[in-house]
Every structure is written in structure tokens, then in C-alpha cells.
T-cell receptor, first 114, second 116 residues
Framework: AQSVTQPDIHITVSEGASLELRCNYS??????LFWYVQSPGQGLQLLLK??????LVQGIKGFEAEFKRSQSSFNLRKPSVHWSDAAEYFC????????????FGRGTSLIVHP | NAGVTQTPKFQVLKTGQSMTLQCAQD?????MSWYRQDPGMGLRLIHY???????DQGEVPNGYNVSRSTTEDFPLRLLSAAPSQTSVYFC???????????????FGNGTRLTVT
């Protein structure tokens, strides 16, 4: 069965610092991978997705993620964090066989200090 | 574009009461689903549907019913509310469950439910 691990429950960074949120997945074939962001009181919004091709994908709000097959990872990065980036971030993997039911990680809460 | 619309935004129930959380999407999405979000637990799938007339159970279906009579609507029914069902509920949809497996989910803004 597919699974997603986000090892960090909370991450604290200073505004302007770089950010990397970790995501590791378990799946036999090449997965579909997603990062979502949830602002307080809101639903989840898609940041970016990886299906195939270039392993470095660009998303909205200046985020990017890199797919590394050898490490089963899909880490999210941003070179300079803004206070408005404070939110909950979820990594998800979508199945490539059978019915499509994505699996979500438990989320990483990003705290941004001024 | 309205996207995915959930009502109500907030609800307080007493133990044993029943209610229906509404979810509607205007994107002609085949796949719709319900999640609950609890602190430290992430998102847990309650029920899902791959098309009108088809529903199936997710990870935590007990105490909830769903139906999908139209493509647009996917209501979630709490049969007899319990304090353990206090949570934030999200409805999500995507284009297709089968032919477009990479379709991302579109989420509503959630319903915050408290059961006393």
C-alpha cells in the first residue's frame, strides 16, 4: 500500500530564510506526487504536482519541489520565506493503478518568525 | 467559479442528533470525497464516490452515510452524533477517479463541527 511520511510536525523559520519541507513516500511504481497548503480556516490548495518528466517542478507562490526516485522523496523548497507562508503543508501521493484515492501525509506546520 | 461549496461553515450538535453536511461542486467532477481533519491525525478519508450512484467507504466510515444522486452533490450524513465526531470536515473533488489519476483534488473551505 502507498504511504506518505512527513517527518517534521513543526518547522520554524525566520522571514527571509530558506525553507525545505520533507516528504518521503512508499509506492512501487512511479507515483503522482502533490503538495498542498492549508491556510488557517481554509481548505487545502494545490501548490504543485509531479507526474513525470523534469524532476524539479515549479509551483505557485514561489515554491518548488524535487522528485528523487532513489530517495523516495519529494521535498518542498522556497528560497525566501514570507510571513504569509505560515500555514500547514501536506504532501500527497496518488495511486497509478486501480481507483484513484490519494494518500496524505500528516502535515507540517510552518511557523514564520519576523 | 464557485468550485467546491460546503455548508454550513460551523455547526454545534448535541449527542444523538443527526444532521447533513452539504457539498456541491460546479466543475463536473466525477470523483468526490469527504475527509475529517483532527489535530495530529492529518486528513482521514470517510467516504468517496467515483460517479453518480456509486459510493464506497474510506478509512473511517463508521457513523457516517453518503449518497451521490447527482454529479454535483455529495452530502455527508451523521446518523447519531457523538463527541468523537467533533472535527473539521472537508469535501474534495477531482476530474476522474480512473482515467485521470493525476488530477489534483479541489477542496471546500470546511465545516467545523462540535458535538457536545
Amino acid at each position: 500500500a502507498q504511504s506518505v511520511t512527513q517527518p517534521d510536525i513543526h518547522i520554524t523559520v525566520s522571514e527571509g530564510a530558506s525553507l525545505e519541507l520533507r516528504c518521503n513516500y512508499s509506492y512501487g511504481a512511479t507515483p503522482y506526487l502533490f503538495w498542498y497548503v492549508q491556510s488557517p480556516g481554509q481548505g487545502l490548495q494545490l501548490l504543485l504536482k509531479y507526474f513525470s518528466g523534469d524532476t524539479l517542478v515549479q509551483g505557485i507562490k514561489g515554491f518548488e519541489a524535487e522528485f528523487k526516485r532513489s530517495q523516495s522523496s519529494f521535498n518542498l523548497r522556497k528560497p525566501s520565506v514570507h510571513w504569509s507562508d505560515a500555514a500547514e503543508y501536506f504532501c500527497a501521493v496518488g495511486a497509478s493503478g486501480g481507483s484513484y484515492i490519494p494518500t496524505f501525509g500528516r502535515g507540517t506546520s510552518l511557523i514564520v518568525h519576523p | 467559479n464557485a468550485g467546491v461549496t460546503q455548508t454550513p461553515k460551523f455547526q454545534v450538535l448535541k449527542t444523538g442528533q443527526s444532521m447533513t453536511l452539504q457539498c456541491a461542486q460546479d466543475m463536473n467532477h466525477e470523483y468526490m470525497s469527504w475527509y475529517r481533519q483532527d489535530p495530529g491525525m492529518g486528513l482521514r478519508l470517510i467516504h468517496y464516490s467515483v460517479g453518480a450512484g456509486i459510493t464506497d467507504q474510506g478509512e473511517v466510515p463508521n457513523g457516517y452515510n453518503v449518497s451521490r444522486s447527482t454529479t454535483e452533490d455529495f452530502p455527508l450524513r451523521l446518523l447519531s452524533a457523538a463527541p468523537s465526531q467533533t472535527s473539521v470536515y472537508f469535501c474534495a473533488s477531482s476530474y476522474s477517479a480512473i482515467s485521470r489519476r493525476g488530477s489534483p483534488l479541489h477542496f471546500g473551505n470546511g465545516t467545523r463541527l462540535t458535538v457536545t
